[in-house]
């Protein structure tokens, strides 16, 4: 059985491999731009990310999600480790929330992730898609104050995303600019054009060029002059460990006499709580962006992310979930395994290793001009007129979750997106308890007759609009209330109608109950 298991994971090793550089690509300065926005070494954000490729991508349900360091939860670290006085207190948490979560898993709570409207997941796709080109923007244009890969609206130097925009067109670093521009234009013109000519090259992702192209061009920018030369404060910085320092230099261990105090129990519900929300609506997305359309087991997703999180807090790492923004790179990569997260780890563990003096070459404008492609695939002007034909019901939770994000961070956009659709379905709800019919001759003493069917499930959402036509009966005629049809009639509902029984004696009305229960 086990070796039937990995001849499926690597029978598309073909796809899979490019899928997971080009995820590693766009890991690598999110891992270390989300460590920066917490306030937490920059090492962290790398274990993060080698613990989500290694350990979570082995075990997890999922065929293409990918996890690691989230920028959602990024406020939250910064503050707890206020809170708690050290990052090592810090770290006690994050085993703890591993801890929760894996009990999460068991108690079979991952069923929450199936209530969550397909708008609402497809709003949270644009915007994430919208907020990867805003953000990036600056970074592309060669304004790198704000940390690289930082999701939230207002970033750590202080300016909201369309200040930060702004201020980057009015502040263009020429060589930065060039070296992002180029690396675009190679990434749109290799795939659009060449790998769809020469097909022997179509392993080769656009990105892993752009990537080359930085570097060389930010070699060759230092020996025209210093004008365009781009400096450490424009490249990626991994950090690298002394001459005689170990592996171990780079791990930091918990603070285990901080699980004294209630304060880091709540800062590990909260993380629990928060992390599995955002994997379970990130591991849906990514099912509706699979094109196998595969669906992930959420239990044991719980189960997967609370592992990951328990061996990441003892070696020094953050919290982690399964991340959208790497989800969505490896789906449009061609990813077909969780074979390509697993290489992403791995390649992740290897430049910390053996290649970090390199890796700080890569100017942080050609990742940037990766991840704007990534930003355009997810908010096409094609999904916009899709959701639109919809109908309004689709299409309100869809734009309110773009601008909730947009405007907020991703846990309150959902939430903001979802409390619509809820509305829609109450609205549904409220008018579809029951059918209302009058017939056309009044009965043998003259009163009009006035039937009410109810559907099959009438719950407490209904009450409502059941009292509602209730109340507007008029006297003086013959009512029947049929529940022949219904499987499931709510105690709210079943109370209101023998009210009603009593009410209508008072206005001369003839009540006839038929199926509903005393």
Known sequence: MNETKALTIFSHWKKDLPAGVVVF???????????????APLMSGLITGIIGGLVVGGLSGSALSVSGPAAGLAVIVLDSISELGSFEG???AVVLAGVFQIILGYLKAGIIGLY?????????????????????LPHFLGIDMDAFGEMSFYGTDGRNTFEEVFYGFTHIHQGAFIIGLLSLLTMLGWDLYIRKWIPTVSLIPGALLAVVLGIVLGQLLATVGPDLAIG?????????????????????????????????????????IIASLETLLSVEAVDKLDPHKRHTPQNREMKAQGVGNMISGLVGGLPMTAVIVRSSANVEAGAESKLSAIIHGLLLAGCVLGLPHILNLIPLSALAAILLVIGFKLTKPTLYQSQLRNGIRQFLPFITTIVA???????????????????????TNYKTPYFYHEEDHPDRDGHKVIKLVLSEHVSFLNKASLQLTLDHLPNHCEVIIDGSQSKEIDFDAIRLIHNFKEMAKDKNIILHLIDVPE
């Open 116 to 136: 969550f409207p397909v708008s609402v997941i497809k709003g949270m796709l644009a915007a994430i898609g919208i907020i990867l080109i805003l953000k990036q």
């Open 90 to 92: 810090f770290l006690s």
């Open 405 to 427: 994000v947009l405007l907020t961070d991703l846990l309150t956009g959902i939430i903001v997106g979802l409390a619509v659709g809820i509305f829609y379905v109450l609205k």
């Open 232 to 272: 450490v404060e424009h490249s990626v910085q991994i950090p690298i460990p002394g001459p005689e320092a170990g592996l171990s230099s780079l791990l930091v261990f918990p603070d285990w006499s901080s699980l004294g105090s209630m304060v880091t129990w709540k800062i590990a519900i909260v993380i629990a």
């Open 25 to 39: 690509l766009v890991a690598l300065p999110l891992c270390l731009g989300i460590a920066l926005a917490s306030g």
